[in-house]
């Protein structure tokens, strides 16, 4: 990720990632409707709606925006799929959010969360596999990484909890949905790395 790239063989990359944006999203809002707690940034994101007079899904694309303007004072300059990101995820959510009904039945919440984890984890192991470009957030790990000579993993932990206290303070929705995605993402996303192809 070290310059901007377009150039790109495979053009099975492109449906495949446009296709795991979409199931991120759709991961995002099932955990939202769960109402049992999202994962970090979508604490933060949502903590953010109740501020601006703005989608979920359009706070996401200012973040993403905002993300990548920062990683460019790091050197980390973004890629197609980066760029993808930052435009389809939050175009994704705003559409998931019309469909998906909100469930305050426990079971039904729980079954929602798990297959929040599980769409997102899916929809990660198939834009990391497209080979188009870390997305913003990823773009901005690996830049501080780079800057502070920090391992990838202590910039990851730092970053998911500064988002979530301030997402927390912000009234996004902590609860045992954001646990669980803690615990679970991260087998989950390296389940589907390896089921995917991985794209040239």
């Not at 694309?61 to 990101?85: A, D, E, K, R």
């Not at 469909?99 to 297959?115: G, S």
């Not at 834009?127 to 391992?151: C, H, I």
Request: charge should be positive.
């Amino acid at each position: 990720m070290n310059k901007f790239r377009l150039n790109i063989r495979d053009l099975y990359s492109y449906p495949q990632i446009v296709l795991g944006f979409f199931l991120i999203a759709s991961g995002k809002v099932f955990m939202l409707k769960a109402n049992l707690g999202m994962s970090p940034w979508g604490v933060f994101e949502v903590g953010v709606t109740h501020y601006l007079p703005i989608t979920l899904g359009r706070v996401n694309q200012i973040v993403s925006l905002c993300l990548i303007i920062f990683s460019l004072f790091l050197h980390i300059y973004p890629w197609i799929g980066t760029l993808l990101c930052m435009f389809f995820v939050g175009f994704f959510i705003d559409i998931a959010n019309l469909f998906v009904p909100t469930t305050n039945f426990f079971v039904y919440q729980i079954i929602m969360v798990a297959c929040g984890v599980l769409l997102v984890g899916m929809g990660i192991g198939m834009y990391v596999n497209a080979n188009l470009g870390a997305g913003p957030r990823d773009g901005l790990m690996l830049g501080l990484s780079k800057k502070t000579g920090k391992s990838i993993r202590m910039i990851r932990a730092m970053i998911e909890i500064t988002v979530l206290v301030t997402g927390f303070l912000l009234g996004g929705p902590v609860g045992i949905g954001t646990v669980a995605f803690a615990l679970a993402i991260g087998p989950t996303v390296q389940f589907f790395l390896n089921f995917f192809p991985k794209r040239n």
